[in-house]
């Protein structure tokens, strides 16, 4: 695949992902302006050896420490790499990443060498670090840093005010919806960072893993908020019954199949279901009782219904009014 890039704004370009941006590589973006960037390095080495002949990169940009967005920071090694400052013990270092992101042990091994194997990674460390409020300055074009957390913990967006353009990243709008499977992921910052995007009132949406959205970006956030509110339902469906932890892991309420791996599957899916649980128990809508997790009501299973209403105070097909006064 040759280098295909989509115009934004006069001097900000989305640079279309190997596998058309899809999971394991990402978009990357290219700013040509008085200087030259690149936004994220998972779009393919082809790609990015591409964009080394044909431009003079001075700087790269990272959103965020996962690899499908840093893989490729290496083909450039004479320029600095701009990386959030919540990943400056890890950022383009693999061990000390698969520890952040699964802790130490032979999951973080296998998913290193996974990594490796799959994107290429290498390592290359940052060599320096933005934070919150943090404006890049390129000529004409001016990029805000809005730390976005959830997804991890240093997940950022990037917005341009003067034609509210918005590069979300990994708030990416899938139909998968929001990811948020690992140990430093949190869902409650997530729907927060949801609204702070919201919030921004952008006209035009480009996230790492799907074609830019420019009509209806109000539906596309809440159908993609949505997701989140499904999995609650499943997983609330599932502990009705009464459920350990490994059998709703079985179930799959987040991937429904194996998608990396089951050792790598099992972790991610785990990890999304705790956050839910974890949720559902402080709210009181559920209860442990050793391995099993119940239903707090005594209600049966087939009143779920009027459980929700006496929590939420409205039916459950119109989930999506509740964001705003449940986060
Ligand atoms: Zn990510």
Same mark, same amino acid.
């Given at each position: 695949m040759s280098l295909e890039l989509l115009k934004l704004n006069e001097n900000l370009y989305l640079v279309t992902g190997q596998n058309a941006g899809r999971?394991?590589? +990402?978009?990357?973006?290219?700013?040509?302006?008085?200087?030259?960037?690149?936004?994220?390095?998972?779009?393919?080495? @082809?790609?990015?050896? @591409?964009?080394? $002949?044909s431009f003079s990169?001075? *700087?790269?940009?990272?959103?965020? /420490? %996962?690899?499908?967005?840093?893989?490729?920071?290496?083909?450039?090694?004479?320029?600095?790499?701009?990386?959030?400052? $919540?990943?400056?013990?890890?950022?383009?270092r693999l061990l000390p990443l698969s520890h952040?992101?699964?802790?130490?042990?032979p999951l973080a091994d296998h998913w290193r060498g996974w990594i490796r194997q799959v994107m290429g990674f290498v390592d290359?460390?940052?060599?320096?670090?933005?934070?919150?409020?943090?404006?890049?300055?390129?000529?004409?074009?001016?990029?805000? &840093?809005?730390?976005?957390?959830g997804h991890t913990s240093d997940h950022y967006c990037f917005f341009e005010p003067e034609n509210r353009i918005?590069?979300?990243?990994?708030?990416?709008f899938t139909s998968f919806g929001p990811w948020y499977g690992n140990l430093e992921s949190n869902l409650s910052e997530f729907k927060r960072s949801i609204d702070i995007i919201r919030g921004l009132d952008p006209k035009l949406v480009a996230s790492s893993h799907l074609h830019p959205i420019g009509e209806g970006i109000e539906q596309a956030l809440q159908d993609y908020t949505s997701v989140?509110?499904?999995?609650?339902?499943?997983i609330i469906e599932l502990v009705s019954?009464?459920?350990?932890?490994?059998?709703?892991?079985?179930?799959?309420?987040?991937? !429904?199949? %194996? *998608?990396?791996?089951?050792?790598?599957?099992?972790?991610?899916?785990? !990890?999304m279901i705790d956050l839910h649980l974890e949720e559902l128990? +402080?709210?009181?809508?559920?209860?442990?009782? /050793? $391995?099993?997790?119940?239903?707090?009501?005594? @209600?049966? &299973?087939?009143?779920? $219904?009027?459980?929700?209403?006496?929590?939420?105070?409205?039916?459950?097909?119109s989930c999506s009014g509740r964001y705003g006064n449940s986060y």
């Open positions: 999971f394991p590589c +990402a978009h990357s973006f290219l700013v040509q302006d008085r200087l030259c960037a690149l936004i994220d390095s998972g779009c393919g080495f @082809e790609i990015l050896k @591409e964009i080394r $002949e990169v001075d *700087l790269v940009i990272n959103s965020h /420490g %996962h690899p499908d967005h840093s893989s490729g920071n290496w083909l450039f090694p004479d320029v600095p790499l701009y990386a959030p400052k $919540e990943g400056t013990e890890s950022h383009g952040r992101f699964f802790g130490p042990g290359h460390p940052a060599t320096n670090f933005f934070s919150d409020g943090h404006i890049f300055d390129f000529g004409h074009l001016k990029l805000k &840093a809005i730390h976005a957390p918005l590069l979300s990243f990994d708030i990416d989140i509110d499904k999995r609650r339902r499943k019954h009464g459920i350990s932890r490994s059998a709703l892991v079985d179930a799959a309420p987040v991937y !429904r199949r %194996h *998608l990396h791996g089951p050792e790598l599957f099992r972790f991610f899916e785990g !990890r128990l +402080a709210q009181g809508i559920i209860d442990r009782q /050793g $391995e099993e997790y119940r239903l707090a009501s005594s @209600e049966p &299973a087939s009143s779920l $219904e009027p459980l929700r209403r006496a929590v939420w105070g409205m039916d459950s097909s």
